[in-house]
């Protein structure tokens, strides 16, 4: 912050060559000056009369950026607080660093990650003591250098719904939106598993397995 007296002492004695413009950080306009001669003393008359309320707006200005800086700081304190919690929760169970950081963009203070069904494409399925989210990125989900993240309350999921071949499949979320759910793992419409906001394609795996069953104790924990 600028003191008025400290930047009128400068204008008296420097005033002539921007002096006063320089304490206040306007570099371009003080060179001006400096070059002019303070507009051949206009310039710096004018800034005499005026100076009291130019120290006061670039004391308002400063205060308003170390504000805004600090609120930045603080929510993203806030936003790695909650990624080591994340992490820390569901570290080997498949949770992407991707999809981690795209949930807990969504993520509020205190929200930690119970249950994880990995899926294919960079899907997943993440259930937290908040809610469900279903990150899907990239253009098989129809988010082309980017990322959908869609959240399910626990009242509007009423279970878990696997569907496998040999290899592939799908898991879904049964909720009133996914009636008529296209299953097949290949679909590219906008109700299959690769596009649908309730549902993931996957391969067979033991973290699949593993996933799907932790996803459904999570759920009826929440539903009991």
């Known amino acids: 912050m600028k003191s008025t007296k400290t930047a009128y002492v400068i ?3 420097t005033g002539l060559l921007g002096g006063h413009r320089y304490y206040l950080g306007k570099w371009a306009t003080g060179l001006m000056m400096t070059c002019t001669v303070g507009g051949v003393g206009v310039w710096w008359l004018i800034d005499g009369l005026s100076l009291r309320k130019t ?8 205060e308003q950026t170390t504000l805004g800086l600090a609120r930045q ?10 990624l080591v919690t994340m992490w ?4 080997g169970n498949g949770l992407t660093q991707q999809a981690l950081d795209g949930i807990t963009d969504e993520a509020v203070d205190g929200e930690v990650a119970e249950a994880v069904v990995p899926g294919v494409h960079g899907q997943e399925i993440v259930a937290t003591n908040k809610r469900i989210y279903i990150y899907k990125p990239g253009f098989m ?3 082309a250098g980017g990322a959908k993240v869609v959240t ?5 999921v009423y279970g878990v719904q696997v569907e496998l071949g040999r290899v592939t499949g799908a898991v879904i979320l049964q909720t009133p939106a996914s009636k008529g759910t296209d299953t097949s793992y290949w679909s590219t419409d906008a109700d299959g598993p690769a596009k649908a ?3 993931i394609p996957v ?6 397995a593993n996933g799907v069953r932790e996803l459904r104790s999570v759920l009826d924990a929440h539903q009991a």
């Open 11 to 13: 204008w008296l004695l």
């Open 197 to 199: 906001s309730y549902a």
């Open 203 to 208: 391969v067979r795996s033991d973290a699949l």
């Open 88 to 91: 820390s929760q569901v570290a």
């Open 73 to 82: 700081e603080d929510v993203q304190r806030r936003r790695s607080a909650r």
């Open 152 to 156: 399910w309350d626990y009242r509007a």
């Open 141 to 143: 989900a129809g988010a």
């Open 55 to 62: 120290v006061e707006d670039h004391n308002r200005v400063t």
